[in-house]
């Protein structure tokens, strides 16, 4: 089984930057789609970004500000989020399928059958 590893959250001000990572672990191979979420303070959990096979998709108000990617080398997968503001403060979890999906199917958190604890980002000044 795969298991889904998150690092880099913690206490940022407004404007920098943030790069979070994902490692899986429990097979030898990336699992087919890799993807974010995030569940803010009182809200359900959202779509952030995914990759599958190559492509990347993106929530669309943070597509301008978000990139996504992996390093199958070494199973992981990263989130790098610039101009952090107060709103993207919320759990962010990794997760991941066996599969492929598409701009608008990767965006359906029921795809995902392994998912990471989450790891916190705070953003205050």
């Known amino acids: 089984q795969v298991h889904l590893e998150e690092s880099g959250g913690g206490l940022v001000q407004p404007g920098d930057s943030l790069t979070l990572s994902c490692a899986a672990s429990g097979r030898t191979s990336s699992p087919s789609t890799l993807a974010w979420f995030r569940q803010p303070p009182g809200k359900e959990r959202e779509f952030v970004a995914a990759?599958?096979?190559?492509?990347?998709f993106y929530k669309d108000s943070m597509k301008d500000r978000v990139a996504i990617s992996r390093e199958n080398a070494r199973n992981t997968v990263a989130l790098q989020i610039n101009n952090l503001t107060p709103e993207d403060t919320a759990i962010y979890y990794c997760a991941a399928f066996e599969g492929y999906c598409t701009a608008i199917s990767c965006r359906d958190r029921r795809l995902y059958n392994r998912w990471g604890q989450g790891t916190q980002i705070t953003v205050s000044s």
């Open positions: 990759i599958s096979r190559s492509s990347a």
